[in-house]
């Protein structure tokens, strides 16, 4: 089973990267999720935000491909607790975004006399910056920073701009957190120790609940007891998003599909609480030999191990250099039209950064061969 113990390594290890670089046009379409806070917010930690927002900027117009600036976008916010930032008073809405002195730039609320406009640096798959509101006229003028973390999660999807009706807490199941036991806290004490971290003591590790935890299979199949009998395959939390954390069961396998179940749960101080009162069940593949499980979409499962045995023999032109074919982590391919089609890499479990590029599926003298058309995309989660 795979286990994050409530850390993303690529956001621990170390402090933040410098945000200098200028941002280009190409970068900027995907989804993002951004952490608000006064002050002291940070990528591995966003307890202080008093809003997050879920911001997804595409291209211009939204169905063009050239990723030129000004693009579209749209965005919902969820409230945590009370501010006076003008980000709380437009909680669902459009935007349009732009690049001015190499900074993307783009609101999330604009009125005849006032606004709130948030200006961000790009490093990698991780943004910071600064939300301004300002008013002027009959608005009360002034102008308030607050200070802006967080990272680009996926490609730009629209659907992701959905107003958040939280679930009564009295619905929501409750999993407490449990403490590392000690072949957990060994191993991930080697895992730091490998990213350079020094001196990490093993007892520290388990005293540490909010940080580095585990969930026992009893107190799962309490809250859930149709899971009972299902193996866990993986658990992981994400600490930039309040421990926002994922659980996914196996509940059965046959000749390359799989259905899992999963549960996406929101931190609560000493555990996690999940809206759903049953998990979402979905439907994967596999190749044989492999425990990596994709998503197909318009194409039979026949049809995708022919473009992956492709990619695997390495018949592939224009591939990014973060990718390698001797590693087929595939997590989806999709039907684009004729023979054109999108595939998702990265890691299925734990999300970590994906890759996303369309390719040409060819044919010529008898072999089969991909091309990767446009330019590639990319966003951690």
């Given amino acids: 089973m795979k286990r994050a113990f409530a850390l993303v390594l690529t956001l621990l290890v170390g402090s933040a990267p410098s945000m200098g670089a200028e941002v280009h046009g190409y970068q900027v379409p995907g989804t993002y999720q951004l952490s608000i806070c006064r ?9 202080r935000a008093f809003s997050t927002v879920v911001v997804v900027l595409s291209m211009r117009p939204m169905s063009d491909g050239d990723p ?22 437009e909680t669902i809405g ?26 961000l640096e790009l490093k990698d798959y991780e943004v910071s910056g600064v939300g301004i509101s300002r008013g002027a006229g009959l608005a009360n003028p002034r102008e308030q920073r607050d200070q802006i973390v967080g990272y680009r999660s996926t490609p730009p999807d629209p659907a992701n701009c959905k107003p958040w009706k939280p679930t009564p807490v009295a619905q929501q199941k409750f999993i407490p957190y449990s403490p590392l036991d000690d072949a957990q806290a060994r191993a991930l004490q080697q895992r730091l120790e490998g990213h350079g971290l020094k001196n990490v003591d093993v007892a520290d590790l388990q005293k540490d609940l909010y940080d580095h935890h585990t969930f026992h299979d009893a107190d799962v199949f309490k809250a859930y007891p149709q899971l009972r009998g299902e193996q866990k395959l993986s658990e992981c939390s994400n600490r930039m ?17 799989v259905t899992l179940d999963r549960l996406s749960c929101n931190g609560a101080g000493d555990g996690i609480r ?108």
Avoid at 39 to 47: E, N, P
Avoid at 71 to 76: I, Q, R, S, V, Y
Avoid at 102 to 110: A, D, N, Q, Y
């Fill in 39 to 47: 002050s002291g917010c940070s990528t591995t930690d966003g307890r």
């Fill in 68 to 89: 030129r600036p000004p693009g579209e976008g749209c965005f919902a916010v969820t409230n945590r607790r009370k501010s006076d930032s003008y980000v709380q008073l």
């Fill in 94 to 119: 459009q935007t349009k975004w732009t690049i001015e002195n190499g900074k993307l730039k783009f609101p999330l609320f604009r009125s005849p006399d006032a606004g709130y406009f948030v200006e």
């Fill in 241 to 257: 998003m309040t421990n926002a954390t994922e659980l996914v069961f196996l509940a059965s396998k046959g000749k390359n599909e």
């Fill in 274 to 381: 999940c809206d759903r009162s049953a998990p979402r069940r979905d439907h994967y593949y596999f190749l044989d030999g492999t425990d990596q499980y994709f998503t197909l979409d318009g194409l039979t499962f026949e049809t995708a191990k022919a473009i992956l045995d492709t990619y695997a023999a390495g018949r592939i032109s224009r591939l990014p250099e973060t990718l390698s074919t001797t590693r087929v982590n595939v997590t989806s391919i999709k039907s684009l039209f004729d023979n054109r089609y999108q595939m998702i890499f990265g890691e299925y479990f734990c999300g970590g950064c994906a890759t996303v590029f369309d390719v040409d599926f060819d044919t010529k003298d008898g072999e089969s061969h991909l091309t990767v058309v446009g330019e590639p995309r990319g966003g951690c989660y």
